[in-house]
């Protein structure tokens, strides 16, 4: 499962069986990071999910700033809650690549906002997936 760390929403995304693919992503509206880890892991133990994918947000040059240090306490939250493996993933440019994604298909910024989370996840997902079937 792919978790892309938001505010107010945070995408979310499974891979289908076999683990080569995005099979769902979904957006969770949820603020408070302490209700939010426990959603992602009863969703998790639900999905016998093995391994959460958490984005961490790195600025270009390849530094962290405060995004980062938000995903890094975010992952120990998850793993207070008993969460399965929690592997810190570089997400550069997902959501950027997200908001692109859904314009070339015609999506408009205000109507997307919730989408774009979802597909931010998917692409962490992806990402991911292809680097372990290398």
């Given at each position: 499962m792919a978790i892309d760390?938001?505010?107010?929403?945070?995408?979310?995304?499974?891979?289908?069986?076999?683990?080569?693919?995005?099979?769902?992503?979904?957006?969770v509206r949820e603020w408070n990071m302490d209700r939010l880890a426990d959603t992602i892991c009863a969703e998790a133990t639900r999905r016998g999910v093995e391994k959460l994918v958490l984005?961490?947000?790195k600025n270009m040059d390849g530094s962290e700033g405060p995004r980062a240090e938000k995903s890094r306490q975010f992952r120990g939250a998850l793993l207070e809650r008993g969460a399965p493996e929690v592997i810190l993933w570089d997400e550069r440019r997902s959501s950027v690549?997200?908001?692109?994604?859904?314009?070339?298909?015609?999506?408009?910024?205000?109507?997307?906002?919730?989408?774009?989370d979802a597909v931010a996840a998917s692409l962490i997902l992806e990402s991911y997936l292809g680097s372990v079937s290398k």
């Open positions: 760390l938001g505010d107010e929403r945070t995408g979310l995304a499974v891979s289908d069986p076999l683990g080569l693919l995005c099979g769902e992503a979904w957006t984005g961490l947000p690549e997200a908001h692109a994604i859904l314009h070339a298909n015609g999506k408009r910024e205000k109507k997307h906002r919730a989408t774009v």
